[in-house]
C-alpha cells in the first residue's frame, strides 16, 4: 500500500496553535516529524487534561504515533531532556543522526550579534541562527558525530572560531549528550521512507509560519529555516512530490513575537484584551506577543506561497467579548489599494496603511451546538478572501474543543 503524507504548518508569524491543531489531527495518523527549526519554537498542548510544552517533540507522540525529529532541525539536548522529563518513557522518539547541534557557546554568540544590531531582529537568544549559520559554514557538530571519533578536533575548531569572534567558549558536556541521546538516534531518511512504503500515515509539523520563513518571510526579521512545504525535503529527506494535503493553522486575529512589520497591529485596551484573553505570551521566552486583526493580504499570500487547501482555524473564542472584529481585507500605498500580489518584504510592508473591514462579534462560538451565525459569516469571508476552506475550528486550548466543518 503506497499513500501520501500530509503537512501542518503555521500560515502566520509563528504561535497559530499548531500544537493543538497536530494533537487533535494526529490521532489519524502513525507517524509525526518535525523537519526545521529548534527550541525557539513552542507548542503547548492540553491532551486528556495535562498540559504540555513541546519545542521540537513532534506533539504527536501523545496520541502513540512515532515522534521523528528530522535532519533540518538544531538540536539542544538540554532542552530536550527537558522535553523528555513530561513523558512516561513508553512514547516512540526517532532523532536523526544528521540533525545539528546547538552548542552552549551559540547562544553567546546569537546574544552578541542580536546586540551588534541593536535588539532589531528579536531572536529568542537560543542560538538557533548560528547553528544553522555553521551548519552552511561546514564547521557543525552533528547528533552522530557525538558517536564517532574525531569529535574533539571538530570541537577544537569550532572553539577556535568562537573564540576568534571575542566569544567565550563553553565546553559541552559531549558524555551526558550521548547519554540523553543514544536512546533515540537513528536514520530519519529511512525510518520515513520505510513507513511510507508500508502505507503507515506520516504528518510532517513544521516550526514558525510562513511568514517567518527564511527566504519568503518578512525578511531580515525572519527564522533560520524553511517553515513550510519548502523545508520538508531538505529537513527530513522526504520527498515533498507526496504531500497530499496542506493544512494551514491560523488563529482568527493575528500576533507576532519580536520586531518587524504588522499592519493589522492594534494597540491600547483592545490590544490588552486580546493578548490578556489568548494568553498571548511566547512558550519560549515568555515576552508578551503583538497583536492585530486578521489579515487578509497576508494569508492569502501564505496560502498561495505553501500551497495550504486546508485551514485549521484557531482561537475564535478569545474574540467572543467583542462587539466588532476586524479583518484588514487590503493595503493602502501612496493612495493605491492593494488586496493581493503585495510585495511581503519588510521595506514594503513599513509603508501600507492598513484597510480595516468590521464584521459583528460573537457573543459565544457555539449556539445549540452549531456555529454561532456571526462567527459562520467571519469564516465565509476568510475562505472567500484566501481561496482555501477552513476545516476545523478550534475554540479553546482542549481536544473536545474544536469543531470538523466536514
Not at 541562527?129 to 552552511?136: L, M, N, Q, V
Not at 515533498?240 to 493544512?247: K, M, N, S, W, Y
Not at 494568553?279 to 505553501?306: C, H, I, M, Q
Amino acid at each position: 500500500m503506497y499513500v501520501s503524507a500530509d503537512l501542518v504548518c503555521g500560515l502566520q508569524w509563528g504561535d497559530e496553535g499548531k500544537g493543538k491543531a497536530v494533537d487533535y489531527i494526529s490521532k489519524n495518523y502513525d507517524v509525526v516529524a518535525r523537519f526545521n527549526g529548534g527550541d525557539n519554537a513552542g507548542h503547548t498542548v492540553v491532551h486528556q487534561g495535562s498540559t504540555y510544552k513541546f519545542h521540537v517533540i513532534p506533539s504527536g507522540v501523545l496520541r502513540g504515533c512515532l515522534g521523528v525529529i528530522g535532519s533540518g532541525v538544531v538540536l539542544n539536548p538540554s532542552s530536550l531532556e527537558e522535553e523528555l522529563r513530561q513523558l512516561s518513557g513508553d512514547e516512540k522518539i526517532v532523532i536523526s543522526n544528521r540533525a545539528h547541534l546547538i552548542l552552549p557557546s551559540y547562544k553567546l554568540l546569537d546574544q552578541k550579534l542580536e546586540s551588534l544590531k541593536g535588539d532589531k531582529v528579536g531572536t529568542t537568544g537560543r542560538g538557533i541562527g548560528p547553528a544553522y549559520a555553521f551548519k552552511a559554514f561546514r564547521f557543525g557538530v552533528r547528533v552522530g558525530d557525538l558517536f564517532q571519533d574525531g569529535l574533539e578536533e571538530k570541537l577544537n575548531e569550532i572553539r577556535r572560531l568562537v573564540e576568534s569572534l571575542d566569544v567565550e567558549w563553553i565546553q559541552p558536556d559531549v558524555n551526558h549528550w550521548k547519554e540523553v541521546l543514544s536512546p533515540y538516534v537513528g536514520d530519519d531518511y529511512r525510518v520515513l521512507h520505510e513507513a511510507h512504503l508500508e502505507g503507515r500515515r506520516i504528518l510532517f509539523e513544521a516550526a514558525q509560519g510562513v511568514l517567518l520563513d527564511l527566504d519568503f518571510g518578512t525578511y531580515p526579521f525572519v527564522t533560520s529555516s524553511y517553515t513550510f512545504t519548502n523545508g520538508v525535503h531538505a529537513g527530513s529527506g522526504f520527498n515533498a512530490r507526496e504531500i497530499g494535503d496542506i493544512i494551514g493553522v491560523s488563529k482568527a486575529y493575528t500576533t507576532r513575537v519580536g520586531n518587524g512589520a504588522f499592519p493589522s497591529e492594534v494597540f491600547g485596551e483592545t490590544a490588552d484584551y486580546i493578548r490578556e484573553q489568548g494568553a498571548e505570551f511566547g512558550t519560549t521566552t515568555g515576552r508578551p506577543r503583538r497583536v492585530g486583526w486578521l489579515d487578509l493580504v497576508a494569508l492569502r499570500y501564505a496560502v498561495r506561497v505553501s500551497g495550504c487547501n486546508k485551514v485549521f482555524l484557531t482561537k475564535v473564542d478569545v474574540l467572543s467579548g467583542l462587539d466588532k472584529v476586524g479583518l484588514v481585507t487590503s493595503y493602502e500605498v501612496d493612495g493605491q489599494r492593494y488586496s493581493d500580489w503585495f510585495d511581503f518584504s519588510q521595506g514594503a510592508l513599513q509603508l501600507v496603511k492598513p484597510v480595516v473591514e468590521w464584521c459583528d462579534g460573537w457573543g459565544s462560538v457555539l449556539n445549540e451546538g452549531k456555529l454561532n451565525a456571526n462567527l459562520f459569516s467571519f469564516m465565509e469571508t476568510v475562505e472567500g478572501a484566501v481561496g482555501a476552506k477552513i476545516q476545523w475550528v478550534s475554540y479553546g486550548p482542549s481536544d473536545h474543543e474544536t469543531l470538523c466543518m466536514l
